[in-house]
C-alpha cells in the first residue's frame, strides 16, 4: 500500500525557520501534484501550497514570501521551507499527493500530519 510521511516539526520561535519533509512509500505508478495543508486548533484545514512535477509552485497568500514548497521526483521527497515563522503558522500540517497506483485510475493520498508550534 501507499503511504505518505511527514517529518520535521517541532517548536519554533517567533521569526525562527523550519524544513518539513514529505516521502511517499510503496507501491505506485506515478506522483502528480502534491501540496501541503495545515490545520490549526478551532479551525478548517486550509491550503498552504502545491507544486507540480514540473516544479510550478502556488502559495496561500499568507505564507507567500515566507514558504517555500520543492519536491525531489528521484526520491518521492516534498519539502516545505518556513521561514520568518509567526505565532499564527501553529498548526498540523499534510502532506497530499495526487498519485496514480497504476495506469488506470488516480487518488488524492494524505499523510498523518505533524505539529508545528511557533511560540516565544
Known amino acids: 500500500q501507499v503511504q505518505l510521511v511527514e517529518s520535521g516539526g517541532g517548536l519554533v520561535q517567533p521569526g525562527g525557520s523550519l524544513r518539513l519533509s514529505c516521502a511517499a512509500s510503496?507501491?505506485?505508478?506515478?506522483?502528480?501534484?502534491m501540496g501541503w495543508y495545515r490545520q490549526a486548533p478551532g479551525k478548517q484545514r486550509e491550503l498552504v501550497g502545491t507544486?507540480?512535477?514540473?516544479?510550478?509552485?502556488n502559495y496561500a497568500d499568507s505564507v507567500k514570501g515566507r514558504f517555500t514548497i520543492s519536491r525531489d521526483n528521484a526520491q518521492n521527497t516534498m519539502y516545505l521551507q518556513m521561514n520568518s515563522l509567526k505565532p499564527d503558522d501553529t498548526a498540523v500540517y499534510y502532506c497530499?499527493?495526487?498519485?496514480?497506483?497504476?495506469?488506470?485510475?488516480?487518488?488524492?493520498?494524505w499523510g498523518q500530519g505533524t505539529q508545528v508550534t511557533v511560540s516565544s
Open positions: 497530499n499527493a495526487n498519485l496514480s497506483p497504476d495506469t488506470t485510475a488516480e487518488y488524492d493520498y
Open positions: 507544486i507540480t512535477t514540473g516544479g510550478m509552485t
Open positions: 510503496g507501491s505506485f505508478f506515478r506522483i502528480g501534484v
